[in-house]
Structure formats: C-alpha cells, structure tokens
C-alpha cells in the first residue's frame, strides 16, 4: 500500500514549513494550492499537460458560468445522490463566496436571466489570467508536463521532460478529474494506482451529454444540427425548460444534459428511456388548438403549423419523424405538445461535459482524506458525485478544493508533532 512520507527525523520538530504536491491543476487543484499557500505551506502543483487547466478554458468558451443565484436549498438538490456530501462543500464555500472571489481577482459578475452567475468577460482567460498571477505571489509553484505515474517506494513518481522525478511531501492531494474530454487531460489513467492502494472506484459514466435516437435518414441530413429553443423536455417525472440541437446521432442541448443521469439509468435498467417534447410549452393546448383552427383551410400543412404554431422547419421535421400528422387543428396542437421520442442510450465519455463515478463519497472521511490512505486527500471531478450544468459543477469543484485543503491543513497541524519511532 502506498503511503505518505513525512519529512523530519523521529522526536525532532520540522523546521521548515510543510510541503504538499498538489497533483491536477484544474479549478479544484488550483483553489486547494491558494488556500494552502496563503496559509504558508509550500505547495508544487504538477500537471501533466503542457499548460494548466485546459478544461476550464474550453468550458469558458460558451460564456463560463461561475455558479448559480438560485436558494441554497433548491442549489443542494442538484447533485442527486451526492447532494448531502456535497452540501457540506457548499457550507465551505458557497455561491456568494465563489462570486466575491471572482470579483477579488478583479472580475465582476453578473447574473443572466436563467439565474446563472457570469463573469462579465464571459469568458475563462481574464480570470484564469488573474488567478495564475495571484497563485505565483503566492510562491505557488506550478509544473507543467509533470504527469504522475504513481508510487514507488512510498514516494510520488513524475515523468518530466526531465526524466523520472520523485518527491516524498508531507501531504498530497489528488484533483485529476474524472473521465470526461480526456483530450484535455482527464483520462481516468490514476483509477488503477488508488485501486491498488484499496482505494474503491465506481465506473465512470458519461454526465451531461447528448441522448442517442435513431432518426431517419431525412431528419438526420436535413436537419442536423439546427436548434430547438424554448422547448421542455421531459424524462418521467423531470422536466427541464430550455433549448436542444438535433444531431446526427439524437439531441444534445443544456436541456438533454440536464436529463441526461435519469436518461443513462433508465437505458441501462430498459434498454430505452422515453421522452416527451413540448415543443410550445408557453402555449396552452386549447390556445394553440385555436390558432391552428384560424388557418386558411387551403392553407399547406407546413404552412399551418409554421403560422398558426409558429414552428420551425427543425420541429416540423420533428414532428412529422412521429408518424402521420393528425389533421384535426386539437390532435395536431396535442402532438406538438407531447411529442413522444425514445433514446436508446447517452453518447460516451468521450463526448461528455462531465463524468459520474471515481473515487466512491465512503472512501474518504468528511475532509476528503482517502481513508486508505492516510495523508492524501481527493478533490473535484475524481469523487464520485455528478450535477447538471448551470454553475453547478464548477461551484462544487472548487468547493471541494476548499474542503481539502482544510483537510490538508488539520492534517498537518497533528502531523507536525515529533515523529514517534
């Protein structure tokens, strides 16, 4: 079993401050190195990739969403299974502590008409910038092309440019990802070094990520990759107000990703998961039965439904996917109401905004300290927790960035007594 080398002799005390190896330099990774270097420790960040957090920069692509205005309550229930464990990060660090510190590397935020909190950059690099510049005063040292590849001797070893590097801190913490966008540098590779050390991992599945639906051949080149705004989406008892985009393999869209967990279990337990698309759910089924009725009889079909409906060739190619169309004006505004679709799966991981599994919640005690492992503590994507996009993931991310780092901290302050022989 690998374990934490503790610098110092037996019965001296250490002299100089802690070191800790900070593995991962994602936003969780990132977050634990400020608090522990403003706390004094010495703290090396390693990364793998030739430069630090890859993922954060594409997600700040769309526009960055920092985290979500919504109630605290209504905030904790995203994250499923994980909510309790996760609730406790956001104790540690909440939504309103995210934005003040945003707003403490000189980016202000404003909040969209969805609820979700952006920098007013809308984008990742200004803040990634200002962040990567408060870290080096902080004497932070970050390493990049500095990929882990385990432990040998009770030491982490690094492949480097350089050659082999081993170092021997007096605490570690892992933050390297899940499974997701492994081009960006979370490839899951860690999974069989934990698990030689009795650490246990739950198989990582895609999250947020696009439904399969076998289209026709006409829907699929016509019409791929044309939006759908303001539509809900239900799967059983959820419904989620948004937007889609038909692709040539299904759907994909903010409100495809929210289903996406109750999509991926209900294929795995059915081989199916049916879905209903209200493709106006603004308009009430007798209103829009009523403007359908208003249409010239001489009036197309397609003419009818883009006037009296106000639908776009993309939902009227939907619709007509469905089978016939009904011709009385109540029968079509139902089906435009209820439109029924079945996904047969979710895409791969490969294709998804983030993963669920890794590290399972009872492997780590309440400060994320691995249990099998005393002295190394998990944070971020690695631990087995999921939530929809929307602020949430990068929220609870860097939370438990915070939480470790805590962890890392009561650690070392035990630890730092005289070795006993």
Known sequence: MASVAVNGQSGTMRQDPPSISIV????????????????????????????VARKF????????????????EA?????GAARDTVASWLDAFSAAELVAWAEGLGQPTFVGTSGRVFPRALKASPLLRAWLGRLGDLGVDIR????????????????????????????????????SWPRLGSDAAWTPWLEAAGVPIVPFRPANVGATLAWSPILRDRFAGMPLKGIALSHGRATVRGEAMIAAYGLEGGAVYALSAGIREAVARDGLAALILDLKPDAPLDRLAARLAAQPAKASLSNRLRKGAGLGPAAIGLLREAGPLPETPGALAARIKALPLTATGVQGLERAISSAGGVALDAVDDRLMLKALPGVF??????????????????????????????VRAWLDRADEPVQG
Request: proline share 6%; glycine share 18%; hydrophobic share 45%.
């Open 24 to 51: 991962g330099a994602g936003p969780a990774g990132l977050m634990a190195a400020e608090r522990l270097a403003g706390a004094g420790f010495r703290v090396a960040v390693h990364e793998r990739m030739p430069s």
């Open 378 to 407: 998990v944070a971020g994507e690695m631990l087995d927790w999921e939530a929809p996009t929307g602020g949430y993931l990068l929220q609870a991310g860097i939370a438990s960035g915070v939480i470790a780092a805590q962890g």
């Open 57 to 72: 920069l594409m997600a700040g692509r769309g526009g960055l969403n920092l985290t979500h205005s919504e109630p605290p």
């Open 144 to 179: 990049t092309r500095s990929a882990w590849t385990g432990w040998r001797d009770g030491a982490l070893v690094f492949d480097t440019p350089g050659g082999e590097r081993r170092e021997r801190p007096d605490a570690v913490l892992l933050a390297l990802g899940g499974a």
């Open 75 to 79: 905030f904790r229930q995203r994250y």
